[in-house]
């Protein structure tokens, strides 16, 4: 007698921002109603698919790098499906096709139809779905979470952009905005707080332009933020991204009044340089940014504020530059991710500017912004020295299995002896000193 399969294994591995990570989870979710089960490596997979990110060029090379892997692994064995999803796949269509690797091209709207393109590479080893919709946002799917601690879930509120920056792909990639109905959101935080998890992220290109109306109901960002918040006091909220032209007072009021969403806000700004803000159609100033900072921190005077920012966009002159490294000096961001700019083809900026700093110039300016702001991360922990936390225990220390590491409500990871505490739990730490990276705390 054959022995009869039950599960095909599939293997997902995932880049790029965290909305890519969940949905990595709704794709499993919708794998899993098709008897497939996750496995841990390549070789066990039957299928292999890889979310992909498009946002730099250097994102997009260590993607072919994977595919050249998997390459190998299909060789020992001709029967492995390979897919590309995400943004990578909208991005270049039928262009990873010619890839002899791969099979089915999936843009992030077309997980629904996964199961079916699965099923025709039989007929045809080519597949491939990269509409884009104007509706989907897999608000009824429960994804099937694929994180190791089970303390942090995140949850996915909005689709695509409707802002056009003009070096930024992921209007592109993901389509138009779209914000998911908040009783399918709330629903999905009632699950991952009864399956113990203590810390939910609200995630969005655009946060701040949430907004649901239905009948009676007219739902803003603040207002669902509220319902989050609301289900459960010792359950953490935390939100990104939000976008300098959208935050609103309405947002930070209601941050202040209730203690579990976290004090913290990434706020990318991208530049300190008017005339590159204004090239980069953020549709904010400088000016306009610096209110924002006094008014977060007038309403919440220990939020955390990160950024993002870009070295080097088209044209950028050492002045644009000397205008970021003030601007991060007169913020003193807690922390900051920091690019130099990567043409992005069919962009607006790579349609009408010239990407005209050179390579060497780029990675200076970066060079120097990393530099500040290491010292602006140190000053930043070091005002807290002498602080007490309540920080969420979410794992080991990596140089000791004695000490735990958490966060606190800014974000920061604090390392301390363990103390018979566990992963998930809360504890009172007290900083003791830090270093730009991290705060080393004892136990209250
Ligand atoms: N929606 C968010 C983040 C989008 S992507 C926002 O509006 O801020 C994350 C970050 O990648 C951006 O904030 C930007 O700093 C960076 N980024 C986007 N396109 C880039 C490009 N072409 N080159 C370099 N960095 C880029
Ligand atoms: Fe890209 Fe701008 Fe949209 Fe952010 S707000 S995703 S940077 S277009
Ligand atoms: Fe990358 Fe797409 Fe996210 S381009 S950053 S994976 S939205």
Redesign the pocket.
């Known amino acids: 007698m054959t022995e009869i399969k039950k599960h095909s294994k599939v293997f997902i591995e995932t880049y790029g921002?965290q909305m890519n990570v969940s949905d990595s989870e709704v794709v499993l979710a919708i794998l899993s109603k098709e008897n497939y089960e996750l496995c841990e490596s390549i070789e066990e997979a039957d299928l292999v698919l890889i979310n992909t990110c498009a946002?730099?060029d250097n994102a997009e090379q260590r993607i072919l790098g994977r595919l050249d892997v998997f390459r190998l692994e299909k060789k020992k064995r001709p029967d492995l499906l390979v897919g590309v999803l995400g943004c990578m796949a909208e991005r270049l269509k039928e262009t990873l096709l010619e890839n002899p690797v791969v099979n089915i091209v999936a843009g992030p709207d077309a997980y629904r139809d996964l199961p079916r393109l699965i099923a025709s590479v039989k007929a045809d080893p080519k597949q491939i779905n990269t509409a884009l919709s104007h509706e989907e946002t897999y608000g009824d799917i429960s994804p099937v979470r694929m994180d190791k601690n089970g303390v942090s879930a995140f949850i996915s509120i909005m689709r695509g952009?409707n802002?056009v920056?003009s070096?930024?792909?992921?209007p592109y990639t993901r389509g138009a905005e779209r914000s998911r109905d908040p009783h399918s959101i709330v629903r999905e935080a009632c699950e991952v707080i009864e399956s113990g998890y203590k810390e939910i992220t609200l995630l969005g290109?655009?946060v701040d332009s949430y907004h649901w109306v239905d009948g009676e109901s007219d739902v803003d960002f603040p207002d669902l933020l509220e319902k989050v918040a609301l289900l459960n006091p010792r359950v953490r909220i935390r939100f990104s991204?939000s976008?300098p032209k959208d935050i609103s007072d309405k947002l930070l009021y209601t941050m202040a009044k209730y203690d579990n969403i976290c004090n913290h806000i990434h706020l990318?700004v991208?530049s300190g340089s008017n005339v590159m803000l204004e090239k980069m159609r953020r549709r904010h100033t400088r000016e306009w940014y610096l209110e924002r900072i006094a008014k977060i921190r007038e309403v919440m005077p220990d939020c955390a504020i990160s950024t993002?920012?870009?070295a080097g966009?088209c044209g950028e002159t050492e002045q644009d530059h000397q205008d970021t490294l003030s601007l991060f000096r007169e913020v003193g961001f807690d922390f900051a991710?920091m690019?130099?700019?990567?043409?992005?083809p069919g962009?607006m900026?790579a349609r009408h500017f010239k990407d005209d700093v050179p390579l060497e110039v780029k990675t200076e300016r970066l060079n120097q912004i990393i530099e500040l702001q290491n010292t602006l991360s140190l000053e930043s922990h070091k005002r807290d020295v002498g602080k007490t936390f309540e920080v969420l225990v979410d794992g080991y220390s990596k140089r000791s299995k004695a000490d735990l590491t958490g966060r606190t409500q800014q974000n920061k990871t604090c390392v301390f002896p363990a103390g018979g505490h566990s992963i998930g739990e809360y504890v009172t730490v007290k900083v003791k000193d830090c270093t730009s990276a991290t705060l080393l705390c004892e136990l209250l």
């Open positions: 921002c946002i730099r952009c802002n920056c070096y930024c792909v992921v290109q655009n991204t976008h990318p991208q993002d920012v870009i966009f991710y690019f130099y700019y990567s043409e992005r962009t900026a």
